[in-house]
C-alpha cells in the first residue's frame, strides 16, 4: 500500500509508526510517498495561505488521483467540513494531547518581557491570559526551526505540542507541560487520521484495524465545537475530550484574543454521541456570549 505523507521529519516519523502497525495488523507492506505541500513551502503566516488545509489539501489530491492509497495527517490540521470522495479511515489511539512550552525555564519563571513564540491564536490568547507580560512572538515554520531560536537566542521559549514534539525526539527541550485548565488544546492535537477514498470500501475496512474507537469519539467532540463555532465566532478556541468506559467528558473554551477573558464549559456524554455532546456545548458556549468574545482584545 502507497502511503502519501508531507516530508517533515514529524510528518514522517507518524507516517512510518502507523505503517508499520498497519503491517502488524493486517500483514500488508506499506511503502512512504513524500507529498510537498503549501503549507510546507509558503513562508506566510496560515491564516494569510487558508489556514491549516493547506497542509491536508495536496495529500488528498493524491488520494483522489489514485497516486497514493491513503494517507495520514495530523489530525488537528484537517478542516472541520467534509470532503468530497474522501472516507476518514482510522482515528489511531492519540498520544498526550497538550502544549508544551519548550526552553530553560517553566513560564512562572520566564521574566517578564520574555519572548515566547509561537504562531497560534489559541496559544497566544492562553498565554496572554496566563502571563500577559510576556512578548508574544509570531512564529512559523517546522518544529525544528522554532526550538533552533531558542538555541539562537532570539526567543526564550516556544509552545508546541507535546505529541509533536515526542515524535521527533525533542522532549528533553521541554521545561513544562502545561496542564489542560491552564492551556486548553486544539480540537483533535496529538491524534492522528488516515485517509482514503471513499470509493474503496476494502481498503477502509483494512485501515479500520489500526482504529481507536475512544480517540475517534473525543476528536469527534472536539471538531464539532469547532465546526459549530466557526459559524459563529473567531475567536480562539480550546477543546479537550476524554473517554473514559462509556462516558465521554469534555471542555472547550474560547478566549477573547487578549486573553483578557473567556468562556469554558465542560459536558459529559455517552461516546455514540459524541457530535451531540460537541454541538450542545458549542450551542452553551454561544449562549455564554463566546461570539461577542471574538472581536474583543483585537489589535
Ligand atoms: N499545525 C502544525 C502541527 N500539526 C500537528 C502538530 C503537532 C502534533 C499533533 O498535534 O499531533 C503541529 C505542530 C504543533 O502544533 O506543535
Same mark, same amino acid.
Request: net charge negative; glycine share 0%; charged share 25%.
Given at each position: 500500500m502507497r502511503l502519501g505523507t508531507r516530508r517533515s521529519l514529524m510528518a514522517t516519523t507518524q507516517s512510518g509508526l502507523v505503517a508499520d502497525a498497519l503491517t502488524q495488523a493486517t500483514g500488508h507492506g506499506v511503502e512512504l510517498v513524500g507529498v510537498t505541500t503549501e503549507g510546507d513551502v509558503s513562508k506566510a503566516l496560515l491564516a494569510q495561505i487558508g489556514g491549516t488545509g493547506v497542509f491536508v489539501n495536496a495529500l488528498r489530491d493524491r488520494l483522489l488521483s489514485g497516486e497514493v492509497d491513503f494517507a495520514v495527517h495530523s !489530525?488537528? +490540521? !484537517?478542516?472541520?467540513g467534509p470532503a468530497e470522495g474522501? =472516507? !476518514?479511515a482510522a482515528v489511531p489511539r492519540r498520544d498526550d494531547p497538550r502544549d508544551a512550552l519548550c526552553g530553560t525555564r517553566k513560564l512562572a519563571d520566564l521574566p517578564a518581557g520574555a519572548r515566547v513564540g509561537t504562531g497560534s491564536p489559541r496559544r497566544v490568547a492562553q498565554l496572554r491570559a496566563l502571563r500577559p507580560d510576556l512578548e508574544i512572538v509570531p512564529i512559523r515554520g517546522n518544529a525544528d526551526t522554532r526550538l533552533r531560536k531558542i538555541a539562537d537566542g532570539e526567543l526564550d521559549a516556544v509552545v508546541l505540542a507535546h505529541a509533536g514534539l515526542r515524535r521527533i525526539g525533542r522532549l528533553d527541550d521541554v521545561a513544562e507541560v502545561f496542564e489542560t485548565d491552564a492551556m486548553l488544546p486544539a480540537p483533535g492535537q496529538g491524534a492522528l487520521a488516515l485517509e482514503c477514498r471513499s470509493d474503496d470500501p476494502e481498503l477502509v475496512a483494512l485501515l =479500520? =484495524?489500526? +482504529?481507536d474507537p475512544g480517540t475517534r469519539a473525543a476528536v469527534l467532540a472536539e471538531r464539532t465545537v469547532l465546526a459549530v463555532l466557526e459559524g459563529g465566532c473567531s475567536a480562539p478556541v480550546g477543546a479537550h475530550a476524554v473517554v473514559s468506559g462509556d462516558e465521554l467528558h469534555l471542555t472547550a473554551a474560547v478566549v477573547a484574543h487578549d486573553g483578557s477573558r473567556q468562556v469554558r464549559l465542560s459536558a459529559t456524554g455517552r461516546p455514540d454521541e459524541a457530535a451531540e455532546t460537541g454541538r450542545a456545548l458549542a450551542e452553551a458556549l454561544l449562549g455564554r456570549g463566546a461570539a461577542e468574545l471574538m472581536g474583543e482584545g483585537d489589535s
Open positions: !489530525l488537528k +490540521d !484537517l478542516p472541520t474522501i =472516507a !476518514l =479500520a =484495524a489500526v +482504529d
